[in-house]
């Protein structure tokens, strides 16, 4: 089993930006692919970033390239999502996701092990 706890979400303001981890216990997290996803208020969960966990490549859904970054710390456990520039649109409940897979698919079913969420609201 793999526990997923997120932190650093908030309240910022366009342009602003915040830095969200989520630590990971049970297994390395190094030795998974892991994910962040975000679900607006009336909209499905969808994918923002993964990471593998051999060979730490990456994915962004085309709506935050440029302005997030998704990495891993191995020596806290930890997988992080930097979010520069940010946007009203970007406001939702991020959550982190773990798979035992080799790939990072960008899609929820590919990933058993979610976290509780954390909010992030930007205002205009």
């Known amino acids: 089993q793999v526990q997923l706890v997120e932190s650093g979400g908030g309240l910022v303001q366009a342009g602003g930006s915040l830095s969200l981890s989520c630590e990971a216990s049970g297994r390395a997290v190094s030795d998974l692919a892991m994910g962040w996803f975000r679900q607006a208020p009336g909209k499905e969960r969808d994918s923002v970033a993964t990471i593998t966990g051999f060979g730490g490549m990456t994915y962004y859904a085309d709506s935050v390239k440029g302005r997030f970054t998704i990495s891993r710390d191995n020596a806290k456990n930890t997988v992080n999502l930097q979010m520069n520039s940010l946007k009203p649109e970007d406001t939702a409940v991020y959550y982190c996701?773990?798979?035992?897979?080799?790939?990072?698919?960008?899609?929820?079913?590919?990933?058993?092990?979610w976290g509780q969420g954390t909010s992030v609201t930007v205002s205009s």
């Open positions: 996701a773990a798979s035992l897979s080799r790939f990072a698919f960008p899609i929820k079913t590919h990933f058993s092990f």
